[in-house]
């Protein structure tokens, strides 16, 4: 039998002869404790039988619900007719004092009704919450101000491995708080008593010491301007953790195929700059060839070409190795970076892209202060945004194909805007425009734009597109500036 059940047989069907016993006998106790007082303050208080009564009704209306409650109001009724009301020890009433009866017996019916309808009322009230105490599809905990369990639900019992009867009477600190979290658990409990709600993301332990990652909020109960206890709710989140951290991995491998992507159309750009000082090195190095047989040989002027051949040597390796950072697969790490610095990296890598296409660079790069981000997925972004602006000018044929890269503050963050002189988009494009798997391109992925929104929006920072005027399109991003650097 359900509570609401048990509920509804205790106050609106038959119950058992003992219980109808308690009730009434209740209710004639009550009755007989105010006609005992009645009679000992009449000589002081002649007329205060009537409350006296009426309390009795009430009382009995609340412990014992409607028919205990007629019941008082029919013994009050007799009682006061024969010891109040003249003529005295008589059951019988004066023609003028019937409306004084009525009077009483209608206020006592309505006294008794009211009184275990509110009875009836709160105890539903306490079952249907009870109800959703237990049905509750999360881990419910309710513990007093001493952090003593009073109370656990049925997913509390699921999640943690503790029955009612083993929780109830522990300090929950003991019960489901591992030791490397409890000077946190402490800070949570200080702000409860301050009256604060907490609402933390924390690991906690089951019966058995395995953990458990969980949501977690704490309330206050307050009463009186009291804190009386307070309910901690859990949910376990441990799947969905584990699912985040899944999608971050794929996101991860995907933005490294995209820059993989990206690089394979820089090949050519590339073979450029590594092609330079390599064809420096040769150079240099028949020019030593021809000095040492020389006669006699000039060691001046070899040395000089040697030092040139290490210089070229050390520029081809940094090229290569900017690339090999570009593509190889790292995890986020990130450092105060210099952005005027990190711009240059990537321009260099695309010159010779931007020299095939006919674009015309033009820089506007500020001092600003460093940002704290990770090196890597920062050059993706510039790298995307400024393959795409060189894209976007392919089909421009009446004007300058001019690309603008500008650096500057603004007010606690560093903005990077990349201009095109190419042809804007519609407004569908607009719309989509960062969409996963949405390219305008034949043989685009879909993702420059998406994985360099969500690397900026993890730094903290905004990227957004606008169209450009009279023509072309603007991409900016902001950065927070990192305060710990100068």
């Known amino acids: 039998m359900s509570r609401l059940t048990s509920l ?19 209710a004639l106790v009550l009755v007989s404790v105010a006609l005992f007082v009645s009679l000992s303050l009449q000589s002081v208080l002649p007329e205060a039988f009537l409350l006296f009564f009426l309390a009795a009704i009430l009382a009995s209306g609340w412990f014992g619900s409607v028919g205990p409650g007629l019941f008082s109001v029919v013994v009050s009724v007799v009682a006061m007719d024969y010891y109040f009301i003249p003529p005295f020890r ?50 419910i905990l309710l513990v007093d101000v001493k952090d003593r369990v009073l109370r656990v639900n049925r997913e509390f019992s699921r999640i943690f491995g503790y029955e009612p009867r083993e929780a109830v009477g522990r300090f929950s600190m003991d019960l489901i708080v591992p030791r490397d979290q409890r000077a946190l658990a402490l800070q949570s409990r200080d702000r409860l ?26 309330v206050p109960v307050i009463f009186g301007g009291a ?37 394979g159309e820089l090949v050519a750009s590339i073979a450029h700059e590594v092609n330079q000082p390599i064809g420096a090195i040769v150079t240099n190095a028949n020019a030593a060839q021809r000095w040492l047989t020389q006669s006699p040989p000039n060691p001046n002027e070899v040395g000089e070409a040697l030092s040139r051949i290490v210089q070229d040597a050390n520029r081809a390796g940094a090229v290569i190795g900017k690339i090999r950072t570009l593509v190889k697969k790292t995890s ?3 450092a105060p970076l210099d952005m005027n610095e990190l711009i240059h990296s990537v321009l260099i890598l695309t010159d010779h892209e931007m020299r095939r296409a006919e674009v015309d660079l033009r820089t506007e790069l500020s001092v600003v202060p460093r940002v704290l981000g990770d090196r890597i997925q920062l050059q993706q972004v510039m790298l995307n945004l400024i393959m ?7 089909s421009v044929r009446s004007r300058r194909r001019e690309l ?4 500057s ?56 597109a606008t169209l450009g005027s009279p023509y072309g399109a603007i991409f900016s991003f902001t950065i927070p500036a990192d305060g710990a650097a100068t």
């Open 332 to 334: 986020t790490q990130t």
């Open 90 to 139: 008589a059951f019988s009433v004066h023609a003028e004092e019937v409306p004084y009866v009525v009077s009483f017996l209608v206020a006592g019916i309505i006294a008794s009704w009211l009184s275990s309808a509110r009875r009836v009322a709160e105890a539903k009230q306490k079952v249907h919450f009870d109800e959703l105490f237990e049905q509750a599809p999360e881990a």
């Open 409 to 464: 503050r603004d007010r606690n963050s560093v903005l990077v805007q990349v201009q095109d002189s190419g042809v804007g988009w519609d407004a569908r494009t607009g719309e989509r425009m960062f969409e996963a798997f949405f390219s305008t391109k034949p043989e685009g992925m879909g993702m420059g734009l998406t994985i360099s929104y969500s690397i900026i929006e993890a730094h903290g920072g905004r990227l957004w």
């Open 227 to 263: 804190r009386i206890a307070h309910y901690m709710i859990f949910r376990d989140i441990t799947e969905s953790k584990r699912s985040a951290e899944d999608l971050l991995k794929a996101k991860s491998e995907l933005a490294r195929l995209s820059r993989l992507t990206t690089m």
């Open 388 to 394: 795409n602006a060189i894209d976007a000018m392919t």
């Open 404 to 407: 603008q890269v500008r650096l």
């Open 193 to 218: 008593a301050h009256g604060e709600s907490v609402n933390v993301e924390t690991v906690r332990a089951r019966k058995d010491a395995s953990l458990v990652n969980v949501a977690e909020i704490a």
């Open 8 to 26: 509804q047989s205790s106050f609106g069907k038959p119950t058992s002869f003992k219980s109808l016993f308690v009730r009434y006998g209740i």
